[in-house]
C-alpha cells in the first residue's frame, strides 16, 4: 500500500528543493521510494543495515554502483537485464576469434542472440547458411561479404567500419576479413536461441555426403573430393581477398544481381534526429530495405545528457554498448523498477513495452546500439505523450502546474 502521507512529504522536499536549485542528484536522493516497504539507502536509520562485511569482489562490484547502492525509487526485483560479452569464452582458431551472448546463458533475451567475431587479414568464416537471419556491423577494419539469394542472384561487397549487412535465414554467405586491421563485427540474429558454434556448413555437408553423390551431384569423379576435410574449419586462415572488381566478375550470373543490397553504408548517413543531448540514427526497412527481421538505432548521448524516458511498442530491445558509461533503469508493472550500469562491450535487453532511460554517466561520449526483432524502428516518448495530451489532463495526473508543462519540449526530444 502506498504511504500518502509520507509520499507528500517527500513531494514537497523535493520541489522545495528544486525551488532553490539543488543538484539533480541531490533532488532525486530528496524523494526516496513513495512505496511500502520503503526501500533505498536513503532509509537506513540504523547504520548497520547499511554495512557489507561479507566477501567482496572489489574490482567487480566498482563496475556496479547502482547495484551497490541502486536509486531510492528502484522498487522489488526484475529478471537480470544486464549481461557483457567481456566475460564470455572466445572460442580462438587460426584466422580469428568469437564469442557469443544467448538466451543460454542471458536468460530474458529470447529475441535476439549477438555474437562478436574477429577475423584476421585474410581471415575466413567459411561458407555457411543459418536457420536465423543474420545482421550486422563492422566495428573495426574491413571485411568482404559474399551471399546468393534465392533465385540465384550473387553480391560481394567490401565494409568498413559503422557498415552493416543483412542476411535472410537460408541464404548462403561467408566472410573475410582483410587489410593491416583485419575485421571485426558484431553479429545479431533474430532468436534468442541461437548459437554461431552450431550452424550449417559447407564443409561439413560435403563430408557428410557419400562421394558417388558428391561426383553425381557436381558430374566430376569421386575422386575429385578425395581430399576434403573432415571436420569443419569454421574459421581459418585463407588468403587476402584480390580486387572486389575480380571478385565481382567472377561470380556474375545471367540472372542479374539481387534489387536490393544486402549491405547498407550506415557509416555514412547522416543522423535521423539530432539535439544538443546527442544523436539517433535509425536504419530498418524503410532505409535498408533487405532488412525485414532487425531494425536498428545507433544512440549517442553527451557527457550529462540522458536517453529520453521512453518505451518500444513493437518488440524488445536488445543493446550492445560501444563506448562510454552509463546506466538505464527500467520500469515494470507491479511497480517494478531496477537500475543497471553499463559499460562498452555489455549488454543490456529491455523487454516490449517497458518504460525505461539511459544515463550517460560517463566524461565522454555515449554510444550504443538498439536492436529489434522488427522490420522497423517504434517508440513512444514519455514527454511527447504528456505534451500532447489535455493539458488539464496532465495537471490532475501529475500535480504540476501549467508553466511546468508548457516547459516539456513540444518535439520528441530522444536525446537531452
Given at each position: ?6 509520499r ?6 523535493a ?12 533532488k ?31 574490482a ?32 580462438y ?20 542472440a ?22 550486422a556491423?563492422?566495428l573495426?577494419?574491413?571485411c ?27 541464404l ?22 541461437f ?74 548517413m ?39 524516458l ?20 527500467v ?8 537500475t543497471a ?13 517497458l ?17 529489434f ?20 489532463l496532465?495537471?490532475?495526473?501529475l500535480?504540476?502546474?501549467?508553466e511546468?508543462?508548457?516547459?516539456l ?8
Amino acid at each position: 500500500m502506498i504511504d500518502l502521507e509520507r509520499r507528500k512529504v517527500l513531494i514537497g522536499a523535493a520541489v522545495s528543493a528544486a525551488a532553490i536549485g539543488v543538484a539533480g542528484s541531490a533532488k532525486a536522493a530528496l524523494f526516496g521510494n513513495p512505496d511500502s516497504p520503503a526501500e533505498g539507502r536513503i532509509n537506513g536509520k540504523n547504520p548497520t543495515s547499511l554495512n557489507d562485511p561479507g566477501p567482496r569482489n572489489e574490482a567487480l562490484a566498482d563496475q556496479f554502483p547502482s547495484s551497490q547502492n541502486p536509486p531510492a525509487t528502484d522498487v522489488n526485483g526484475m529478471p537480470q537485464f544486464w549481461a557483457s560479452f567481456n566475460n564470455v569464452h572466445k572460442r580462438y582458431q587460426n584466422g580469428g576469434w568469437a564469442r557469443q551472448v544467448t538466451q543460454a546463458d542471458f536468460a530474458i533475451s529470447k529475441d535476439i542472440a549477438g555474437v562478436n567475431m574477429r577475423l584476421s587479414d585474410g581471415g575466413i568464416r567459411e561458407l555457411h547458411w543459418h536457420q536465423e537471419a543474420e545482421w550486422a556491423i563492422m566495428l573495426d577494419g574491413k571485411c568482404r561479404v559474399t551471399v546468393l539469394d534465392e533465385l540465384g542472384r550473387p553480391e560481394v561487397r567490401d565494409v568498413q567500419t559503422g557498415d552493416l549487412w543483412y542476411f535472410p535465414a537460408g541464404l548462403p554467405h561467408s566472410l573475410q576479413g582483410f587489410g593491416s586491421n583485419g575485421a571485426e563485427f558484431l553479429l545479431a540474429f533474430d532468436s534468442g536461441k541461437f548459437s554461431e558454434f552450431s550452424t550449417l556448413l559447407v564443409t561439413e555437408w560435403v563430408a557428410h555426403t557419400p562421394p558417388e553423390v558428391l561426383a553425381q551431384n557436381f558430374g566430376v569423379p569421386a575422386d575429385a573430393f578425395r581430399n576434403i576435410p573432415l571436420q569443419q574449419k569454421w574459421i581459418f586462415q585463407g588468403t587476402p581477398p584480390g580486387p572486389l572488381a575480380a571478385d565481382e566478375r567472377a561470380v556474375q550470373s545471367s540472372k542479374g544481381s539481387p534489387p536490393s543490397s544486402f549491405v547498407w553504408p550506415m557509416s555514412g548517413m547522416s543522423a535521423t534526429r539530432q539535439s544538443r543531448g546527442g544523436s539517433v540514427t535509425i536504419a530498418d526497412s524503410r532505409n535498408f530495405t533487405a532488412s525485414k527481421t532487425i531494425a536498428a538505432a545507433l544512440v549517442a548521448v553527451k557527457p550529462g545528457g540522458i536517453r529520453e524516458l521512453h518505451w518500444h511498442p513493437h518488440a524488445d530491445e536488445w543493446q550492445y554498448w560501444l563506448k562510454g558509461r552509463g546506466r538505464m533503469t527500467v520500469f515494470d508493472t507491479g511497480p517494478k523498477a531496477q537500475t543497471a550500469d553499463f559499460n562498452a562491450g555489455d549488454v543490456g535487453y529491455v523487454k516490449k513495452n517497458l518504460g525505461h532511460y539511459v544515463q550517460n554517466t560517463g566524461t565522454t561520449d555515449l554510444v550504443f546500439l538498439e536492436l529489434f526483432k522488427s522490420d522497423r524502428y517504434a517508440e513512444v516518448s514519455l514527454s511527447d505523450w504528456l505534451r500532447h495530451t489535455p493539458p488539464q489532463l496532465v495537471m490532475q495526473h501529475l500535480n504540476i502546474s501549467a508553466e511546468t508543462l508548457a516547459q516539456l519540449s513540444k518535439v520528441r526530444p530522444d536525446t537531452v
